[in-house]
């Protein structure tokens, strides 16, 4: 089988608040609302991604963290509650999800024949980790498609921003080759917020919008560059510039998602959708979309 | 009568609680789940075993768990649900296999902690959630501490942002709890040495530290710990942390919190029980006991802080980031006025103006307005009602009321009478409507049970962020 293909690549934050000012049956807490313009902006993810035909998502989550190299999911079927232990107040979640282990599989083993350290994840025990979940929930919270589950290979802890992009190229070239060796059509989700300073007190309800704002000017200088890049397509100059957003923004994307995202797509020039930008306890979060389908390749 | 932190009282508050033992421990699951596939890990296992038979011979009757392996960002969070069941698969090793776990939680004292943490300037809440995460290493930890939750335990998180003063704060408040409540606790952080493993998988046979470099310093700190120097290594923290640490989010902290547990001391009596690799990190079982080795001294070489006053509350741009909590939580305190028939005592707040707590005239003992505040650390049982900025926050009144009794007892008692004695009280409350019922209550429990005369009287404000306070005459 061949000629699959990523039709669409997203930047999609995971902050449970999403999922919790959703109320959706399958959380727990019930809220009355909240961060309303991040949620609308999921609204038009989901409605320019109405139309477009999928088989997959694969989505890299910097909440599955782990230190000896990238692990996959490859248990068919997942079934459990997710509770955030740093919300868990907002994020009590019973999930039951389907994995394409075939094509967690190929990922592994395309990762593996490149000389990086991969492991599939076979223990039935396991669950799934918060930030895949409120992610996947946010783009099709139908829960109809399988996913392919990656994890947060630490290594900016262990060597530098540096070194976890080169690691995440990598992985992002094999994801890609995997995928259209896979005949299966994906979409692909960096599930991250960008700056990442959080407030360290809740306001009651913690849906209270009259307190949410950006933790400092700094930061949202920082979002706005880096989404006026994406919207400008120079996602190259996203990937230079890491080092830096990651240290002064203290951002999310040091998991390396969106530099695995953006070389699975072949470091796009073409540029990215910007549906929603919003802040979450004074983490900035946009949502971003890179239509591939639209680019005749 | 119960108080504020759980504690049953007679009369004067007792102090009596202490840590017996406070233990360094390892979190990787590897002793529990495989410890016969390595020597070393089947060593750190064995030292788990003698350190458990260590408290199972000690009249411990609390484990108090700082997992680093449970981050928080809201403040701090502390598990409160007594019993946590769930299945636990570590992030990384998960091939090898699951820990099936019940945890027995002593919910008191998790409250009580809570409510000290925010008595003392810090933000704080209690989890308590069905199919919460517990964090492998705490799991670990009392797997093979105690297996069969004989004793119970309590679990906090580490806050990702917290630095040494909220750290230390932290600890202060925990032992505020375990002195008040009488406790036996044992301490313990859960953490590894040198925090590098491995970035592929090995083979069991192959562990070995990850470094030289990280060896060399494993082996001084523990040669630190063995000498009874936690105080050492908490100020050697952030060093350590930039030699051997990899940048994971939260630090070397637990030496600040388990030196703090151990007043900052120097010279207590350490037993490094095994120091062996897992997967390339620095595990090690250390005991240190309270009994002094005769070597070292305290050496506290920062503010030894009481109350934290940093950054909380950054949801509100329009406060001051810096001052401690005393200052911005009420007026300046004074020495109790002296006088020939002045009645003062250490055992009671501090006033905050230039009067005395009492003064006797003739058969009668007239005290000034009494608070809940607490003697030496002026902390708010129950919780102050307002923060540094004037924000409202939720307190207990009933806490306030029975430490503003408790405080009375202290003054009559140094004036040589006793609540007994008590024949007319006057009772201040800020919110009537809200508090009435609650300050009833615990004056029935106490002051009820005396049978003096009482006014109940609404007011604005008074002058420390307290919501009840109580002027008395008693007998001499």
Redesign the interface.
């Known amino acids: 089988m061949a000629n699959g293909g990523i039709v669409a690549g997203c930047l999609a934050p995971h902050p449970p608040h999403l999922v919790y000012a959703e109320n959706p049956e399958q959380n727990e807490p019930v809220s009355e609302g909240g961060w309303e313009q991040l949620r609308w902006g999921y609204e038009r993810l989901r409605e320019s991604l109405k139309d477009v035909e999928y088989d997959v998502i694969v989505i890299l989550s910097p909440h599955w963290q782990t230190y000896v190299g990238t692990h996959f999911i490859g248990v068919e079927k997942c079934s459990s509650k997710s509770v955030d232990p740093v919300f868990p107040n907002l994020f009590r979640f019973n999930y039951d999800l389907e994995i394409d282990v075939e094509l967690a599989q190929a990922i592994h083993d395309q990762a593996k024949s490149e000389g990086m350290s991969v492991k599939m994840m076979t223990n039935p025990d396991f669950r799934v980790d918060y930030g895949t979940i409120v992610s996947c929930h946010m783009v099709r919270p139908e829960w109809d498609k399988p996913i392919v589950s990656i994890s947060s290979n630490r290594s900016l802890s262990y060597y530098s921003v540096e070194v976890m992009q080169e690691m995440m190229i990598e992985l992002g070239k094999s994801t890609a080759k995997a995928i259209e060796a896979s005949g299966k059509k994906c979409l692909l989700i960096a599930s991250n917020s960008l700056s990442h300073r959080h407030f360290v007190t809740e306001t009651n309800p913690p849906e209270d919008m009259s307190k949410e704002h950006i933790t400092s000017h700094a930061m949202h200088l920082w979002d706005m560059r880096m989404i006026e890049l994406m919207r400008e397509g120079k996602s190259q100059q996203i990937i230079n510039e890491m080092p830096e957003f990651c240290e002064q923004a203290i951002a999310e994307t040091d998991g390396g998602a969106l530099t695995w995202l953006l070389a699975a797509m072949g470091v796009p020039e073409e540029p990215a959708i910007l549906h929603g930008y919003g802040t979450i306890i004074g983490t900035g979060n946009a949502i971003m979309e890179w239509p591939c389908r639209n680019w005749g390749a | 009568m119960q108080s504020w932190n759980g504690h049953v009282e007679t009369g004067v508050l007792e102090l009596t609680g202490e840590v017996i033992k406070s233990l360094i421990v390892p979190a990787h699951p590897h002793p529990v789940l495989c410890p016969e596939k390595n020597e070393g890990w089947q060593r750190i296992r064995d030292a788990y075993d003698n350190a458990r038979k260590q408290i199972e011979e000690s009249d411990a009757d609390l484990i108090i768990i700082y997992s680093t392996l449970?981050?928080?960002?809201?403040?701090h969070q502390i598990q409160a649900d007594p019993n946590p069941e769930w299945?636990m698969?570590d992030?990384?090793?998960?091939?090898l296999?699951?820990i099936h776990y019940s945890l027995k939680i002593d919910t008191e004292f998790a409250e009580a902690w809570n409510k000290a943490n925010i008595a003392r300037g810090l933000?704080s809440r209690t989890?308590s959630?069905?199919?919460?995460?517990v964090?492998v290493g705490s799991v670990v930890a009392l797997e093979l501490l105690n297996p069969d939750n004989r004793i119970p335990a309590v679990i906090c998180?580490t806050?990702v942002?917290s630095n040494r003063a909220e750290t230390t704060v932290l600890a202060k408040s925990c032992m505020d709890v375990v002195k008040a409540q009488g406790k036996k606790a044992v301490a313990v952080s859960v953490m590894s040495l040198s925090n590098?493993?491995?970035?592929?998988?090995i083979e069991p046979h192959e562990d070995r530290i990850h470094s030289l470099k990280d060896d060399e310093w494993n082996r001084k700190i523990l040669e630190f710990l063995e000498e009874g120097r936690l105080e050492d290594v908490g100020q050697l923290s952030r060093t350590i942390h930039d030699q051997i640490r990899?940048?994971?989010v939260v630090a070397f902290k637990p030496m600040w919190w388990l030196s703090a547990m151990n007043d900052n001391r120097n010279d207590l009596t350490g037993n490094v029980l095994a120091y062996e690799p897992i997967?390339g990190a620095g595990a090690a079982v250390v005991v240190l006991d309270p009994e002094s080795n005769g070597t070292g001294d305290k050496e506290y070489d920062e503010d030894n802080v009481e109350f934290y006053g940093g950054?909380?509350?950054?949801?509100?741009s329009n406060q001051s980031s810096d001052g401690e909590a005393t200052q911005s939580h009420g007026p300046e305190l004074y020495d109790p006025v002296e006088g020939e028939t002045a009645v003062n005592t250490s055992k009671a707040p501090k006033p905050v103006g230039a009067y005395p707590h009492a003064r006797r005239e003739g058969d009668l003992i007239y005290l000034s307005g009494v608070g809940p505040r607490q003697p030496g650390d002026n902390s708010i049982p129950g919780g102050p009602i307002k923060d540094a900025s004037g924000n409202p926050l939720n307190y207990d009144i009933k806490a306030q009321t029975r430490a503003v009794v408790d405080n009375i007892a202290r003054i009559l008692e140094e004036a040589g009478s006793s609540i007994e004695n008590v024949i007319d009280v006057t009772s201040f409350l800020v919110d009537m409507d809200r508090d009435f019922k609650g300050y009833n209550e615990v004056w029935a429990e106490t002051l009820g049970k005396v049978g003096p005369t009482r006014t109940t009287l609404a007011i604005r404000a008074l002058p420390t962020p307290i919501a009840v306070e109580m002027k008395v005459i008693a007998k001499a």
Not at chain 2, 70 to 75: C, H, L, N, T, Y
Request: net charge negative; aromatic share 14%; no cysteine.
């Open positions: 449970w981050p928080s960002v809201i403040g299945v698969v992030a990384d090793f998960h091939d296999g699951s933000e989890v959630y069905h199919g919460f995460p964090d998180s806050n942002y590098r493993m491995f970035t592929e998988p990899v940048k994971k997967h950054d909380r509350d950054v949801l509100d």
